[in-house]
Each structure stands twice: as C-alpha cells, then as structure tokens.
C-alpha cells in the first residue's frame, strides 16, 4: 500500500506560484513529511521537511493541515530551471533511516 | 567542501556479470545509503551502512551488497547482473546515525546490463 499520492504531473508558467498537493491518508503519529526534488541524471535534493502546521525556507513552503493526511509543497514565482520531479516522502521520525519515494510529480516550467 | 561523490559515472556491463560501485560521503557525514532508480520510478532503498555495518536494507536479493569502510566510504557490490539491474545507482549520506535527516544525494552511476 503507497503510502504517499501526488499528480503524475504538472504544468505552469514561469513567474506563477505551483502548488503541489501530496495525500498520505494513512499517515502515523510518529511520521514526518519530507519533499525532494529531483534533476534529470541527478541524484534528488532535499527541499524541506515538517511534522505539521507551516514551514518556510529560502526555496519553499509547506503547508500541513492539522489532521496531517494531506500537505501541499508551493513553490513561488517559479522559473524555467524549476523544471524537475518533486517527490513527497512520509517517514517514522524515531524509526526509519531509509527514504521511501514514490513515482513523483514531474512539473514542467514553460516560458 | 565537496558533496558526495560516485564512481564510475557510466558503466556497461554483460548479464552475469560483477560490477562495483563506489561512493565518497559528503565531509563530516559518517552513514551511507544506496538507492536503485529504474528509468521513469522513484529512487528505491537497497541498504544503509553506519559504523561500516549494514544497519537497515530494503527488499534487495542478496546479490546486493556493499560495504563501508573506516573513513566512510562505501562500495556496492552486484553479482551475477541481470538486465533488469540496469538503473541509476544512487549513494547518499547523512551526517550522523539519527532518523528523520536530510540524506544528501550524490550523481549517481548509471549502469547498463546488455
């Protein structure tokens, strides 16, 4: 059973805010969410990470509503080089030292 | 400060085949994971080694193994290679022996099974 569903994909124009919503209806008390981005012939990137409510950094945010079974990665003002796959991973924070990924969501940029 | 490094970039090799892969964590980083990336899926866990022991693994054949030795480096190891073991072999490190940490991502080797 995925733990994780994200869209297959993803279309937006440069300058645009892309927002991508990530359902983990089963997730755990113990669990945190994790989002990595990923280049082509690249290895995955890590973007941001929380347990609930909001985070901000210099690349994005993460918004976490309070029953935890969905959060949504935005990215703002996005430009062409965002093109990539962005994957949303849900981990045991006292557990698991592997990562979990799924297929992704592959956003295009377009100018 | 170098980030973490793989070698080979690219390999071709033929089915029943060895094939070793290395990696270098990123300085001051002391657990490494490696990941297999079929064309077109998400990286999958193959093992983690921390203190040059295999701690965790992923639902891998025991045709996969590696090792890490005392500075932190780490080998993967493939034997008798089937085409479906063509992918990108990732490496990633982490700076300590905790959960819930960013791992960082090295280049990954491509390998190709003819």
């Known amino acids: 059973l995925a733990k994780t569903t994200q869209p297959v994909s993803m279309d937006s124009y440069e300058g645009q805010e892309v927002n991508i919503t990530c359902s983990h209806n089963n997730i755990a008390t113990n669990d945190y969410i994790t989002w990595y981005q990923q280049f082509p012939s690249q290895g995955p990137r890590f973007i941001i990470q929380?347990?609930?409510t909001k985070v901000t950094n210099e690349v994005a945010s993460l918004f976490i509503p309070a029953d935890r079974k969905s959060s949504t990665l935005s990215l703002p003002r996005v430009s062409l080089s965002d093109t990539a796959v962005y994957y949303c991973l849900v981990g045991d924070m006292w557990s698991d030292y592997k990562l979990s990924f799924g297929a992704g969501t592959t956003v295009t940029v377009r100018a | 400060d170098a980030g973490v490094t793989q070698s080979p970039t690219h390999l071709i090799k033929t089915r029943g085949q060895q094939v070793t892969l290395r990696c270098s964590p990123k300085s001051g980083h002391d657990t490494v994971s490696w990941y297999q990336q079929a064309l077109g899926q998400g990286p999958q866990f193959i093992f983690q080694y921390y203190e040059e022991e295999e701690r965790q693994r992923g639902n891998f054949p025991d045709r996969f193994s590696g090792h890490q030795f005392p500075n932190y480096s780490s080998e993967l190891n493939v034997n008798a290679l089937l085409l479906g073991d063509s992918a990108l072999y990732l490496c990633?490190?982490?700076?300590?022996?905790?959960?819930?940490?960013?791992?960082?991502f090295g280049p990954g080797t491509r390998l190709l099974v003819l």
């Open positions: 990633a490190s982490s700076p300590t022996s905790g959960v819930a940490e960013t791992q960082y």
């Open positions: 929380g347990y609930k």
